[in-house]
């Protein structure tokens, strides 16, 4: 790198005779600042050391980037310095903007410093949202925060500063929790996250209304009545939520089509469903919902938050994963469910086999985490609701999922083609004696490890993670929410074409 930065100072010295040369080792000094940022992005899932960070841009900085202020240098890395990870959808058009765009590239070098640390700018954005300033009972308040003095958001210019999330299995559905923060970090400074979200001050200039009420988090800390209560905590906020948005210009002008809830654990907002049925949705699956109040056309499925440990680059290739199917659960379960306990009988006693009873909790997370990770399939079986974090949890793990479950529905599945890295079985077929089993062990190792491969390509999809990070879930939720709101447009203008019109009436 120092050797490419001196050719970019010799270069600018005869910069008049071959400009094209000029421009070229420019831009190819440029992929290499990103491809070095994005290497240690993906060989390092926390957050790079800001010395590590720091002593690779240092001699860069000088050049292209703005150096890193001493005020700012505690925000490592999340800062500032990589234009890079501002807005990571067309690097390359910014880049050769910057670097050969007009008459002055020492201006245009400086303007892209500017870039940095800066957030992003609506024009530029995917997806205009408003989020409501709900009081913090509905959201940071449920962790037990507590803002100072009529604060309603918590600061996170810095992770240290962000309540943190309890842990277990409550963190199956914190995905209210990771785009509330990301809209937070949309228009604070300093945080460098992909530029798809932003929150706008003004509803009318959104393209979508965001509700921030933890309705999971409510459900699993406050359905139960504590003391003297009559209603719970859970069923009171749902109560005042209808009630606030009832009563909301921003509401009453499409009825709420635009607003977007978070709902993923299956029984929050059990409450207020009915009632809110007309807006977006993100849910784990349509299990419990009536199909009029959620359906495919309009609310967006949003992965599970897997609780296994992320497997990095230490994936075990298939002679390394002695355990050909993986299964660890609740056995017996209602509704749909009624399949695990006939697949149970039917498997138990096959070698290579571990089909065991016991939802994982606690120490049970981590052996599971290992199972998985040693396991060339790993089943999914609908439980009492057709999706589980079970599968998320494979993904990370890195084993092929083999889903059976006919009414699951999958995140981002207009993105990804599940067939590429699962296998699908259909319920009646894997009650047939010996038919699961033998597609499976049918497999060739050449044919699984090119899903496995696959697997390793896609699995940042299902990371939530604060700051967010490009194509991980949070940014794949509002990529998809913005289909969804297009569609929705779409249909709401073709409504809108008879009404309008004036002549009507009298034509007929
Ligand atoms: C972010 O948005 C909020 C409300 O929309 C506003 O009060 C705040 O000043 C904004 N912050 C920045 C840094 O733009
Ligand atoms: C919000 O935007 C609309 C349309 O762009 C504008 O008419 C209105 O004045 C704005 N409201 C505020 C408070 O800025
Ligand atoms: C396995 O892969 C080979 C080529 O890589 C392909 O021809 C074959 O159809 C695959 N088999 C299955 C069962 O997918
Ligand atoms: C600030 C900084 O780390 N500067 C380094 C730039 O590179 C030279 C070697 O080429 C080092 O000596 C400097 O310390």
Request: hydrophobic share 40%; proline share 5%; charged share 20%.
């Amino acid at each position: 790198m120092v050797l490419a930065s001196q050719d970019f100072l010799m270069s600018e010295k005869s910069m008049k005779p071959s400009r094209l040369l000029f421009c070229l080792i420019t831009i190819s000094m440029f992929l290499l600042i990103l491809s070095s940022v994005f290497l240690l992005q993906s060989t390092n899932n926390s957050f790079i050391p800001g010395s590590v960070f720091r002593l690779i841009l240092a001699n860069k900085t000088s050049i292209y980037l703005r150096p890193i202020d001493s005020s700012n240098s505690g925000n490592l890395p999340y800062l500032s310095s990589a234009p890079s990870l501002v807005d990571t959808r067309s690097p390359k058009s910014r880049i050769q903007d910057a670097a050969c765009g007009g008459s002055n590239s020492n201006r245009k070098v400086g303007a892209l410093g500017e870039w940095s640390g800066k957030a992003c700018d609506p024009i530029r954005a995917l997806l205009k949202v408003y989020m409501y300033d709900l009081p913090p009972e509905f959201h940071f308040g449920l962790l037990g925060w507590k803002g100072k003095g009529g604060q309603i958001w918590p600061d996170v210019s810095s992770p240290r500063l962000i309540p943190p999330y309890p842990g277990g299995l409550n963190l199956q559905h914190s995905m209210e929790y990771w785009l509330t923060l990301d809209l937070l970090a949309s228009n604070t400074s300093g945080v460098v996250r992909p530029c798809s979200a932003i929150r706008v001050m003004n509803s009318s200039q959104a393209d979508v209304i965001f509700v921030p009420f933890f309705s999971s988090l409510s459900y699993n800390r406050h359905s139960k009545l504590h003391g003297r209560e009559k209603v719970s905590v859970n069923k009171m906020l749902q109560d005042k939520l209808v009630e606030f948005l009832m009563s909301r210009d921003e509401w009453k002008r499409l009825g709420g089509k635009d607003h977007l809830i978070v709902a993923h654990h299956p029984n929050s907002m059990l409450v207020a469903r009915r009632k809110l049925g007309s807006a977006m949705f993100v849910l784990a699956d349509f299990g419990r919902y009536r199909v009029e109040i959620a359906n495919i056309k309009k609310d967006v499925i949003a992965p599970y938050r897997h609780v296994v440990r992320t497997t990095g680059g230490d994936s075990a290739p298939f002679e390394r994963r002695p355990i050909l199917v993986y299964f660890q659960g609740a056995i017996y379960r209602k509704d749909g469910g009624a399949i695990r306990q006939e697949l149970y009988y039917l498997l138990k006693d096959e070698k290579d086999v571990h089909f065991a009873f016991g939802s994982v909790r606690g120490n049970g997370i981590s052996r599971a985490g290992q199972g998985m990770a040693s396991s060339k399939f790993c089943l999914n079986i609908a439980g009492d609701t057709p999706s589980s974090n079970r599968l998320f949890d494979a993904i990370t793990s890195h084993c092929i999922p083999v889903i059976i479950s006919d009414q699951i529905e999958l995140p981002f599945e207009d993105v990804l083609d599940y067939s590429e890295f699962c296998i699908f079985v259909r319920a009646s077929d894997a009650l047939k004696k010996g038919l699961l089993l033998n597609l499976l062990r049918g497999i060739k190792q050449e044919n699984w490890t090119k899903m496995w491969e696959r697997l390793k390509e896609i699995v940042h999809h299902f990371e939530y993670q604060y700051p967010s990070q490009s194509g991980d879930s949070v940014e794949m939720i509002w990529e998809a929410v913005s289909h969804k709101i297009s569609s929705i447009r779409f249909r709401l203008h073709r409504q809108n074409r008879f009404r309008r019109s004036q002549f009507m009436g009298r034509s007929k």
